[in-house]
């Protein structure tokens, strides 16, 4: 159950594009359509962003979208605004019906 | 409304056992299945256990795997992790969280914090 890879940070300003990217092996991402994404605002409990790879949950913004190609899943935010700016993180189903996550990364808007 | 409370938390010395519930209202509890997760102090989400909406089907993190039981009892509507042989590292505030089946939670409760010193 080794931890999926995200890159620690990313940024962007207000307005632009970003994506993280969160890989794994086939015996999670790469095998299952079972890639989530949360937003964490410091000291508050994590909210889902994408479920099963790229469905945005009721509520959610549609400048929230997902995807997957082989081992990496994908999240990307349009038009950055300022409330975007918290930790994100992915996780995926596994072989062993266990989960894991991305170690998170911080989004920061300039 | 969906409504996750967790309780139970606290602070414990290392060694000792400490069980955590989870409340949930505001749905029907039997159709979901349950997670416990967990992050450290400034650390990052740690997935912890899984349980099928009867309770037959349980996984674990192989860091609390033969520590921690998750259990669930569908007529109260609660969720339940006991953790046992309690590890200065085991300090974090823990979260339950509900889902579909295969999903990884769409509630999720406030956290309580357990804190394992000495």
């Known amino acids: 159950q080794s931890a999926l890879t995200q890159p620690a940070s990313v940024s962007g300003s207000p307005g632009q594009s970003i994506t993280i990217s969160c890989t794994g092996t086939s015996g999670d991402v790469g095998g299952y359509n079972y890639v989530s994404w949360y937003q964490q605002h410091p000291g508050k409990a994590p909210k889902l962003m994408i479920y099963?790879?790229?469905n945005r949950p009721s509520g959610v913004s549609n400048r929230f979208s997902g995807s997957k190609s082989g081992n990496t899943a994908s999240l990307t935010i349009s038009g950055l605004q300022a409330e975007d700016e918290a930790d994100y993180y992915c996780i995926s189903y596994t072989t062993s019906a266990a989960r894991v996550f991305g170690g998170g990364t911080k989004l920061t808007v300039l | 409304q969906v409504q996750l409370v967790e309780s139970g938390g606290g602070v414990v010395q290392p060694g000792r056992s400490l069980r955590l519930s989870c409340a949930a209202s505001g749905f029907m509890f039997s159709n979901y299945i349950m997670h416990w997760v967990r992050q450290a102090p400034g650390k990052g989400l740690e997935w912890l256990a899984v349980l099928s909406t009867d309770g037959s089907h349980k996984f674990y993190a192989d860091s609390v795997k033969g520590r921690f039981t998750i259990s669930r009892d569908n007529s109260k509507n609660t969720a339940y992790l006991q953790m046992d042989s309690l590890r200065v590292e085991d300090t974090a505030v823990y979260y339950c969280?509900?889902?579909?089946?295969?999903?990884?939670?769409?509630?999720w409760g406030q956290g309580t914090l357990v804190t394992v010193s000495s």
């Open positions: 969280a509900r889902a579909p089946p295969y999903g990884s939670g769409d509630y």
């Open positions: 099963d790879v790229n």
